[in-house]
């Protein structure tokens, strides 16, 4: 919980957030474990960054539009809502928005290994999202519900000093469990693009469960008190299991 780093550089002032470090090296491990799964699976990995920097210019935006949608309370004007430099950003926003982009590139340019692309793609989008929740444990964000648990947590942040559900930390040992468990999976007889949809169903679950534990204001709730992240995970969850049967159905390639 120490979202500012403050020392002086050559004699003039020099601040670091914490977070951003830490989403900057999300994004790294996310692009070198693609590299390497790519690498493995045969593709054509050194194309791993032209199609990661134009995804994060994709998932940056529908990650700042799900947040504004979901946290528009917070914003008084379109310049608050602009800027990003001050946090915010919605997961399941950026992966809709940075998936779209890479299906519809891959469509056009390696259409005949676009399931092997995004079979490695999503294990490294898992990669990258534990790393990323360490950000979101630093700063303070999605933070859980008060717990007397003997691991709850303060926040200093928050400046309230109550013990909470340390819920970052609860999704960053489910995503890396993920990350794991299609990795193994990757070595293993199986259709191409069943690794993509069995990681879609398996986030969704974790993403589900944990919103239970995680506090929300009362405006951030929709229908039956669930968090629009449970919502949208309720949409994926059904939807990679179906994937996987339909994978498992298609003709070998």
């Known amino acids: 919980m120490y979202p500012v780093i403050s020392f002086r550089l050559f004699g003039y002032p020099a601040v670091f957030h914490l977070a951003g470090i ?17 690498k493995k699976e045969r593709l054509e990995y050194k194309k791993v960054w032209d199609y990661a920097f134009g995804g994060v210019i994709f998932g940056l935006v529908g990650a700042r539009l799900f947040y504004i949608l979901e946290f528009r309370y917070q914003f008084a004007d379109l310049w608050e809502m602009a800027a990003i430099w001050n946090g915010g950003l919605v997961f399941y ?6 998936g779209a982009y890479l299906v519809i590139h891959l469509y056009f340019s390696q259409r005949a290994k676009i399931w092997p692309w995004l079979d490695t793609a999503m294990i ?17 964000d999605s933070f859980g519900q008060p717990s007397n648990l003997p691991w709850a ?12 559900h340390p819920t970052q930390i609860y999704e960053l040992m489910a995503y890396a469990l993920i990350f794991l468990i299609l990795l ?6 199986r259709r191409t693009g069943e690794i993509l949809f069995m990681g879609i169903a398996l986030h969704s679950l974790a993403r589900f469960l944990a919103e239970f534990l995680r506090y929300h204001e009362a405006a951030e709730l929709l229908i039956n008190n669930f968090s629009y992240a449970q919502l949208i995970s309720l949409i994926f969850l059904p939807a990679g299991i179906i994937g996987i049967f339909y994978r498992r159905k298609a003709k070998a390639e």
Not at 93 to 98: E, L, P, R
Not at 124 to 137: E, P
Not at 153 to 164: A, E, F, S, T, Y
Not at 184 to 189: G, M, R
């Open 93 to 98: 926003g950026g992966f809709i928005f940075a």
């Open 184 to 189: 193994l999976l990757l070595k293993k007889p």
């Open 22 to 38: 830490f989403y900057a090296l999300a994004f790294l491990a996310g692009v070198l474990v693609w590299s390497w799964l790519a």
């Open 153 to 164: 947590i303060k926040l200093p942040v928050l400046g309230d000093n109550i013990p909470r």
């Open 124 to 140: 490294a989008a898992l990669a990258g999202h534990a790393v990323g929740r360490i950000s979101c444990f630093l700063n303070g």
